[in-house]
């Protein structure tokens, strides 16, 4: 049937619960917003790394902190990637990995160049303490 009059309101209305599952919704966003606001800033102020002498040092976090230390001499790979956000931003992710899962480290939100220059010079070391070692 086709109508040539105005629009009329629908007959019939959604379940009156509807509205306690929205105002729980709103409550919901309104409790986690702080906390999705927050959160990156926390995560740029815990997240830290260095390599210091023979040893790469991260920490990461932001419920709870992770420090993990790679011994450069255990390092078998270092691979540098970046998902379509981070190519965007130039930055990159590292990961260090060692033959033992709990050994390796993700370094994430590295400005791009300065991934490539740990990569590399994390490869290179790699590389002399194994040969030192022979």
């Known amino acids: 049937m086709t109508t040539t009059g ?3 309101d629908p007959a019939n209305r959604v379940s009156p619960k509807a509205i306690r599952l929205w105002l729980l919704t ?10 999705l606001v927050a959160e990156p800033f926390v995560r740029y ?8 002498g023979d040893v790469v040092y991260a920490r990461s976090g932001y419920l709870t902190r992770e420090w993990v230390f790679v011994p450069v001499s255990r390092i078998q790979t270092v691979d540098k990637g970046q998902g379509w956000f981070e190519r965007m931003l130039g930055l990159a992710t590292l990961e260090i990995r060692t033959a033992s899962h ?10 791009f160049q300065v991934a490539a220059r740990l990569a590399e010079q994390l490869a290179h070391r790699a590389e002399e303490l194994r040969d030192d070692a022979t």
Request: net charge positive; no cysteine.
């Open 26 to 35: 709103a409550a919901v966003v309104v409790v986690t917003l702080p906390f």
């Open 6 to 8: 105005p629009l009329r």
């Open 102 to 111: 709990a050994g390796s480290s993700t370094i994430k939100g590295l400005d």
């Open 45 to 52: 102020a815990v997240h830290r790394w260095e390599l210091s």
